[in-house]
C-alpha cells in the first residue's frame, strides 16, 4: 500500500480590486469568474464556486496539498488580473489590490458559504464590501486594520 496525502481544508478567499474601484461590470464580472473556474480546474485547485463583484471577489475552495495559501491566491489574482487585461473586459488597466482574506470554513458550513457567495448581489444592497469585510475580520477575532494604517 502506497501513502497518499489526503487533506480536506476549506477556505473562504476574498480580494478586492485597487483601491476597491468598482472595476467590473456584470458582463466582464461573469466572465472573469468563468475563467476563473477553468484556471483553477486546470491547476488542480478545486473552486466549489466564485463571484466576481464590482469590487472584490469571493471565492470558496479545498486547498490542495501542494500549495500554500499564498501561491493559490497569487495563482488566482495573477492569473485573473492578465486574463481581464489580456481580453480587454473594462477600459484601461484592471489591477488587484494587495492583501487577501483567507477565512477556514468547516466541512459541515461549505453549502451554506457557498450560498452566502452566490447571493452576492442580493448581501450587497444591504452591506458595502468594506463593512462586510470588517465583519469577516472581527468574527475570527483578528485585528482590523483601514488602509490608512497600513
Not at 10 to 29: F, G, S, V
Not at 39 to 64: C, Q, R, V, W
Request: aromatic share 12%; proline share 1%; charged share 25%.
Amino acid at each position: 500500500m502506497s501513502t497518499h496525502s489526503y487533506s480536506r481544508c476549506w477556505l473562504h478567499l476574498i480580494w478586492e480590486t485597487l483601491r476597491r474601484e468598482p472595476m467590473l461590470d456584470k458582463r466582464a464580472a461573469a466572465k472573469a469568474s468563468a475563467n476563473l473556474s477553468e484556471y483553477s480546474y486546470e491547476k488542480g485547485i478545486y473552486m466549489k464556486i466564485n463571484f466576481f463583484n464590482a469590487d472584490h471577489t469571493h471565492a470558496l475552495i479545498d486547498l490542495p496539498t501542494n500549495l500554500t495559501i499564498e501561491q493559490v491566491v497569487q495563482l488566482l489574482k495573477g492569473s485573473s488580473s492578465h486574463w481581464i487585461n489580456q481580453n480587454r473586459l473594462i477600459k484601461g488597466r484592471f489591477a488587484w489590490g494587495r492583501g487577501y482574506g483567507a477565512f477556514s470554513v468547516s466541512h459541515s458550513d461549505v453549502e451554506r458559504v457557498a450560498a452566502y457567495i452566490a447571493g452576492q448581489e442580493e448581501h450587497h444592497r444591504k452591506r458595502t464590501f468594506a463593512q462586510e469585510y470588517e465583519l469577516f475580520v472581527k468574527r475570527y477575532d483578528l485585528e482590523w486594520r483601514d488602509e490608512e494604517n497600513r
